[in-house]
């Protein structure tokens, strides 16, 4: 790659290097991004992305290579502003004080309040003028996608032309992301660039142009435009190879579990899933809590009423859930998953210790353990190594591979995809399939419609207020239907 810089893009980073220690992280990635795109930037968990955004916007020194923003290398860091998932706004100032904050004050530390006003609004304008009345407005009153273009608006204030994106719908509605896409693709032809991160296929097929794609600190595909590659081919730029687990992942657990239906009833829904169901949950979090929680034992007076195979139940803990067959994998993989002060051995053998209720080591939990990590492909150093060496990915897998040997009745899925790259994502799915196979019911709350509409065969949904707004089966389970019915974004 030719390290001298053009003047054909906006940012051009080449030859980026970059280590840890005896860690190499980034090795000659380059990434270039033209006037007016959406540009993604892919590469599956711990493919160098993260390093590579803060080299970029210039909180992390690189080791070599060559940055130039419109061909200068002396270029001035605000022209890159960076809008992560977690917005940093104050909520307790006005949204014009909120745009101005990287902005100087005079020689007394004083404000020009009209100098303020002007600025904030301009910026806003650009993105959407109903928000210049809001100016006075506490951040605090504003709601999410609101807040979120008011960071925007002051990356434009900075002065900045590259503006990067880090999972921008994760949170907002369906019309919230519809209207944000339209508030990206006019920056665009005003002459601002987008650099998205997104785990979201369908996500980056509707608003980008074209795509880098990282792997182990490498960019293996460097501005290919998205109409000329396949999702299949992402998948393997980013992974090396399309790997298909079918082999390893479904060699058939020792138990079988024994067959139990489901019944689920609320209000006017009522529901009854055979053995080897996958029920998905779609909308906000509160409905779809619901049902999770009275499964898993966490709300012994839930709403929702529950029978297997056709005999009321109601779990009064989660160590009762647990022993009565239900699985469960918390989306909070730090606070609620893994244990990450014990070893990988013990993080693998806490279900089955809980149902036993043992507290022993026993000499064929090793042998699960070790079986486990080598069906589902996890690369661990030994045993013994804690959990915090493994990536996000990684360990999420160890949360599922947990509950294999014990085949529950009943396995319950919170996000268990998220923040995981595309490949892993493709692995996890495959996991649920063969665990559905061998008869589980599996209920999967996710907010990634896509793959709802991949896997399941039913799917409840839930309104922004976590109210049950419908039900789908398999022929009508599609990515529109669950945001129409959820108002969610897919």
């Known amino acids: 790659m030719n390290g001298s810089p053009s003047t054909d893009f906006v940012l051009e980073a080449l030859d980026i290097e970059k280590s840890f220690g005896a860690t190499s992280v980034l090795r000659k ?4 991004v033209a006037p007016g795109e959406i540009h993604a930037l ?5 493919a160098g992305k993260s390093t590579f955004i803060r080299i970029v916007s210039g909180s992390l020194r690189r080791d070599a290579g060559v940055i130039s923003v419109a061909g200068r290398e002396d270029y001035d ?27 100087r004050r005079d020689a007394f530390g004083r404000i020009d309040s009209r100098e ?20 006075r407005r506490p951040v605090s009153s504003l709601d999410l996608h609101q807040r979120q273009l008011v960071e925007i608006a002051r990356a434009l204030s900075s002065g900045a032309k590259l503006i990067l994106l880090d999972e921008p719908t994760a949170n907002l509605t369906f019309a919230d992301a519809e209207r944000l896409f339209a508030i990206l693709r006019r920056l665009t032809k005003l002459g601002f660039s987008i650099l998205l991160v ?33 999702d299949e081919e992402i998948v393997q730029a980013m992974m090396g190879e399309v790997r ?22 609320k209000g006017n829904l009522k529901l009854v899933l055979p053995a080897g169901s996958i029920l998905g949950l ?12 009275a499964l898993i034992g966490a709300d012994s007076q839930a709403a929702w009423s529950i029978t297997l195979n056709g005999q009321p139940r109601r779990f009064r803990s989660p160590a009762e859930a647990v022993r009565s067959g239900v699985g469960y994998v918390s989306g909070d993989r730090a606070e609620k998953g893994i244990l990450a002060t014990l070893p990988i051995l013990d993080n693998l053998a806490a279900a089955g210790r809980i149902a036993r209720k043992q507290w022993l080591v026993l000499p064929q939990e090793v042998r699960e353990a070790a079986s486990a990590l080598r069906r589902l492909s996890i690369k661990a150093s030994s045993l013994d190594a804690l959990p915090q060496t493994l990536s996000g990915g990684t360990q999420q897998k160890l949360l599922i ?5 014990l085949a529950p009745k009943i396995l319950v899925l919170e996000e268990p995809t998220r923040g995981v790259d595309i490949g892993t994502k493709r692995e996890i799915y495959q996991i649920i399939r063969t665990v559905a196979a061998a008869g589980t019911i599996v209920v999967w709350w996710s907010t990634e419609y896509s793959e709802l509409a991949e896997i399941c065969d039913h799917a409840i949904t839930f309104d922004l207020q976590g109210e049950v707004s419908g039900r789908l089966e398999r022929e009508d389970l599609t990515e529109v239907a669950m945001a129409r019915a959820t108002g969610m974004a897919a």
């Open 116 to 135: 303020m006003g002007a600025l904030a609004a301009e910026a806003l304008a650009m993105i959407d003028p109903a928000l210049v009345l809001s100016l």
């Open 77 to 103: 860091a605000s022209a890159i502003a960076v809008v992560f998932q977690e917005l940093a706004l104050l909520p307790d100032l006005s949204v014009a004080e909120n745009i101005h904050l990287p902005h």
């Open 29 to 32: 990635a380059n990434l270039r």
């Open 282 to 293: 779609a909308g906000a979090p509160d409905g779809p809590a619901g049902v999770i929680n």
């Open 198 to 230: 997104s785990h979201r296929m369908s996500e980056i097929r509707t608003i980008a142009d074209v795509c880098t794609i990282l792997r182990d600190g490498r960019s293996v595909v460097d501005r290919r435009a998205l109409a000329q590659i396949s």
């Open 244 to 265: 298909e687990k079918v082999e390893t992942i479904t060699e058939a657990p020792r138990a079988r579990p024994s067959g139990a239906s489901l019944g689920l009833a």
């Open 401 to 405: 591979a947990r509950w294999l040997d």
């Open 42 to 46: 892919l590469g599956g968990n711990g």
